[in-house]
């Protein structure tokens, strides 16, 4: 399908019109362009009119008209062209395009002593008609030759824009594109931060308890080791990583095509490689769900002189939930909690909060809390707010990727700063409160 005609194309096509007007005395000239390029010879092709003179012009009720190549041509309109059986022999090669050297137009193209229709074709391929008709005297043989080269000069500007808007087109969906693997790297180097957070600290810890002499030192040593040094490939990767807009220089047109339909899906959503992606949901308990992450934060908050308090409610009704995406909700809040309160800070943990049909798990913490101005923004991809001035590092996706899968879930997140738990909090420790709703299974 032909890109649309672009405002410079129509500038061209009116300019030659004019010249056809004012030079060459005709009372009614037509730029039609096909929907479709046609190869030559070919079926049926819809022509659509780009330009008019004059513009009051009566015009097919249809604003699209159908011809048959190479038996017939359908305009539709007796006002536009006689009202007979019209002819019109496209070239079947470049060999056949009518040479404007010759001083005479083929027969098949001069309809009669005062009507001329021609098509716009380049290499073969007719991207539309050029109609141009005078009614009080016929076309002489310059004026013939003259009018071929305007209609070699729009089928020619016709190709050339064609190749601009491609371009355009191909460079918009490589955007799209590029985005879409921005996110699936985004989403994925942030999934893998928190595991290897855990990995260190629980090879800390291995080493601390170990005594010297232990063979297994050298093991523990080794864990500690390796996971820095992934820590630290991790944040040059980062930083490394320029998601810079696709050069144009770098798209290159394939020789032998004029124009490609390439269509982008604006409406289809990228895979995100979130965790869960393709599980069903499932009735599960929130105590037991965080009971492995709770192993992992106490030993994180040991190493950061961090108080982390735990409140589980064992018989609570179960949730429908996906287990692994619940667990990544949970690991990316309570790892915020973690981070982000200071030293010598309190954690509470709460699991089987209730309202409505909903259970709940609530998370606060004695950190510094989160600006009125920050808390609209939460949850937008790569939005730290204040955060983002500090030297703590962060991607700004941990709850983004947790609001969408919650969401997923059919639950929902709510965020409170000042904390709600006034045991924790104090006026230079306002901290926050995360609580986590999904939905109970319906006994």
């Known amino acids: 399908m032909l890109m649309s005609a672009s405002s410079d194309f129509l500038a061209l096509c009116r300019e030659q019109i004019a010249l056809l007007a004012q030079g060459l005395g005709a009372t009614l000239s037509i730029v039609y362009l096909t929907q479709e390029l046609v190869e030559t010879p070919s079926g049926e092709a819809k022509l659509i009119p780009v330009m008019i003179y004059p513009e009051t012009a009566l015009l097919p009720q249809a604003e699209e008209s159908t011809i048959t190549l190479p038996k017939q041509l359908q305009v539709g309109n007796t006002n536009v062209l006689p009202n007979h059986q019209q002819k019109l022999l496209t070239p079947g090669s470049k060999a056949e395009i009518p040479d404007t050297s010759q001083p005479h137009l083929q027969e098949e193209y001069l309809l009669s002593g005062n009507e001329i229709v021609l098509p716009l074709v380049y290499e073969g391929v007719m991207m539309g008609l050029l109609v141009t008709a005078r009614k009080d005297r016929e076309w002489n043989e310059h004026e013939q030759s003259q009018i071929q080269h305007i209609a070699q000069t729009l089928a020619i500007a016709c190709i050339l824009d064609q190749r601009r808007a491609w371009l355009q087109h191909q460079l918009h969906e490589q955007q799209i594109l590029q985005e879409k693997q921005q996110d699936l790297l985004d989403n994925l180097l ?254």
């Open 190 to 443: 942030h999934q893998f931060r928190n595991p290897l957070t855990a990995l260190r600290t629980f090879g800390k810890l291995l080493l601390k308890r170990l005594r010297p002499g232990d063979t297994n030192r050298d093991v523990a040593s080794s864990i500690v080791r390796e996971s820095d040094r992934l820590q630290e490939l991790l944040q040059q990767f980062e930083q490394v990583i320029d998601f810079t807009e696709p050069d144009l220089t770098a798209i290159h047109l394939p020789e032998n095509e004029v124009c490609v339909e390439a269509t982008v899906q604006k409406d289809a959503k990228p895979p995100l490689l979130l965790p869960g992606t393709g599980d069903k949901a499932v009735d599960c308990s929130l105590a037991d769900i965080l009971e492995p992450l709770l192993i992992s934060a106490k030993a994180i908050a040991q190493e950061r002189n961090l108080k982390l308090i735990t409140e589980l409610k064992q018989n609570s009704p179960l949730v429908r939930a996906n287990i692994k995406a619940l667990r990544e909700v949970l690991n990316n809040i309570i790892d915020n909690a973690l981070k982000y309160t200071p030293n010598g800070g309190k954690i509470l943990i709460q699991a089987g909060e209730q309202k409505a049909n909903f259970q709940g798990i609530v998370i606060s913490d004695n950190g510094p809390g989160i600006p009125t101005e920050d808390l609209k923004h939460l949850g937008e991809r790569h939005y730290r707010g204040v955060q983002a001035q500090t030297e703590i590092p962060g991607t700004g996706l941990g709850l983004a990727i947790a609001k969408q899968l919650i969401e997923q879930m059919q639950g929902e997140i709510e965020v409170f700063s000042p904390a709600i738990n006034s045991k924790l909090t104090s006026p230079n420790r306002p901290g926050t409160t995360f609580i986590i709703w999904l939905p109970e299974v319906e006994s």
